[in-house]
């Protein structure tokens, strides 16, 4: 038995980890508005039940490590729990949604499912102990200048504060200025932790205040790099979707179009099927 084969995960009415269903976590950067985030949410969801994946639907209700004091943050934090609440509600899809201030936690564990904790905040001990305390399903991304193992640290603050249901995720290491690169190995690496492992294939292709006063970045790799990573054994992918990139209000350069994900989902359902009829960390014949 492989490390980390007992992995799973429970965010809401969807089951990630070891022997799953690859699953999906996608949505637009931040909540624009209730019309365009309904919209976007319902042909996602669409997308995804088309392909046969399971769907946790995403968007920040604010989005406070924007570049430039100057970039759109949100539209209000309840205005924007509110407009995911009647996603959740009308659609039925679970919601994932990140925090950033432990005062944050409770009030968005009312509506989301999964608790996204951004890269930058990974070790912030007070966050992750008051998104453990609400009993929701906590997501880490690991920091782009840490190793993998070192999110061992976060998994063990998690645990203490009371989390069960623990996801981690992969979004490249720092190479120089402006540029992220991915090292899969991390991957099987942190499945050894003993919780699933999360790709995130558009904040990996992101150029971190490469486009002067807010981030760059290029959409053309994040498929190649999701297909490759399921195929490394992924049990989630994350990406930011928007049905018009270029006029997203948040991480436009990065986000995918609507109409790339349907041979997208295919593939990647494809590749976790495959994964799972033959785990990439096998040791090979000697």
Request: charged share 25%; proline share 7%.
């Amino acid at each position: 038995m492989s490390p980390g084969s007992e992995r799973r995960a429970r965010i809401g009415a969807v089951e990630a980890g070891a022997g799953r269903p690859l699953v999906l976590l996608a949505g637009p950067c931040v909540v624009e508005g209730e019309a365009i985030t309904l919209r976007n949410a319902a042909r996602v969801a669409d997308l995804a039940r088309a392909a046969g994946l399971p769907l946790v639907f995403k968007a920040s209700f604010d989005k406070a490590n924007r570049t430039s004091l100057r970039s759109f943050r949100g539209i209000g934090h309840e205005e924007a729990l509110a407009v995911l609440a009647r996603v959740k509600e009308r659609l039925g899809l679970p919601i994932v949604t990140d925090v950033h201030l432990p005062e944050q936690a409770a009030a968005a564990a009312e509506v989301a499912d999964l608790l996204q904790i951004p890269a930058f905040l990974c070790r912030q001990t007070d966050l992750l102990l008051a998104a453990a305390a609400t009993g929701r399903a906590v997501n880490v991304k690991k920091g782009q200048w840490l190793a993998p193992e070192e999110m061992e640290h976060v998994v063990a603050k998690l645990r203490s504060g009371g989390a069960r249901e623990i996801v981690v995720t992969e979004r490249g290491t720092f190479f120089g200025y402006h540029r992220l690169v991915n090292d899969l190995t991390a991957i099987p690496r942190m499945q050894a932790l003993g919780v699933p492992v999360c790709f995130d294939c558009t904040h990996s292709v992101q150029q971190p205040g490469g486009a002067g006063d807010k981030s760059g970045g290029n959409r053309r790799f994040a498929p190649l790099l999701a297909r490759a990573a399921v195929a490394a054994g992924a049990d989630l992918v994350f990406m930011e979707v928007h049905e018009d990139p270029d006029a997203a209000l948040s991480d436009g350069p990065n986000s995918l179009p609507l109409d790339a994900l349907p041979g997208l989902f295919e593939a990647l359902r494809r590749l976790r099927e495959q994964a799972l009829a033959d785990p990439p960390d096998r040791e090979p014949p000697r």
